[in-house]
T-cell receptor, first 115, second 111 residues
Framework: NAGVMQNPRHLVRRRGQEARLRCSPMKGHSHVYWYRQLPEEGLKFMVYLQKENIIDESGMPKERFSAEFPKEGPSILRIQQVVRGDSAAYFC?????????????FGQGTRLTVV | AQSVTQLGSHVSVSEGALVLLRCNYSSSVPPYLFWYVQYPNQGLQLLLKYTTGATLVKGINGFEAEFKKSETSFHLTKPSAHMSDAAEYFCAVRGDDKIIFGKGTRLHILP
């Protein structure tokens, strides 16, 4: 049973381009979370999705960022018109069910560099 | 609402010495608490978690943590540090839907 798979591991984009980050949850997991990590700042929650639904997007910037988790296929975090400040590591986690005691499993992350 | 404070962004200990990483939490409901470890350029790996029951929780790699409600703390300890323990450690608390992380503590092991 493969873990949470994120791709690409590294992504370089020029300012103004679009970045698409993919996350395939563990088999059987229908809950996906996206986090952004900046140096010395820990992981900041961005969005929580279930299949075809956004449950909590309180951590998502209001503009340029969007996320989806379709019925089929991976979850996608999309950043339009990237700026240098978007450079960070983006982590995806998945869990089997909702619940405070449910463990979330993390992917290896995608490191986005905007040049 | 939940929050986590990790005291000390960098901690250095000698190999073989006690490791103590501090974490205090704030939660309006009974907390579910976690410690994760992150090695360079890697994702997060769960070390241990507290949900209910025994307040002393044992995890992988010889780590353990004790939940102290009166002190709102969940400090991570290991009796004897090993060079392979050098990494960044994150304390986290979970509400109904998302996990809230502290800013992390980078552990340095001195030979």
């Amino acid at each position: 049973n493969a873990g949470v798979m994120q791709n690409p591991r590294h992504l370089v984009r020029r300012r103004g381009q679009e970045a698409r980050l993919r996350c395939s949850p563990m088999k059987g997991h229908s809950h996906v979370y996206w986090y952004r990590q900046l140096p010395e700042e820990g992981l900041k929650f961005m969005v929580y999705l279930q299949k075809e639904n956004i449950i909590d997007e309180s951590g998502m910037p209001k503009e340029r960022f969007s996320a989806e988790f379709p019925k089929e296929g991976p979850s996608i975090l999309r950043i339009q018109q990237v700026v240098r400040g978007d450079s960070a590591a983006y982590f995806c986690a998945s869990s089997l069910q909702q619940g405070a005691d449910t463990e979330a499993f993390f992917g290896q992350g995608t490191r986005l560099t905007v040049v | 609402a939940q929050s986590v404070t990790q005291l000390g962004s960098h901690v250095s200990v000698s190999e073989g010495a006690l490791v103590l990483l501090r974490c205090n939490y704030s939660s309006s409901v009974p907390p579910y608490l976690f410690w994760y470890v992150q090695y360079p350029n890697q994702g997060l790996q769960l070390l241990l978690k507290y949900t209910t029951g025994a307040t002393l929780v044992k995890g992988i790699n010889g780590f353990e943590a004790e939940f102290k409600k009166s002190e709102t703390s969940f400090h991570l300890t290991k009796p004897s540090a090993h060079m392979s323990d050098a990494a960044e450690y994150f304390c986290a608390v979970r509400g109904d839907d998302k996990i809230i992380f502290g800013k992390g503590t980078r552990l340095h092991i001195l030979p």
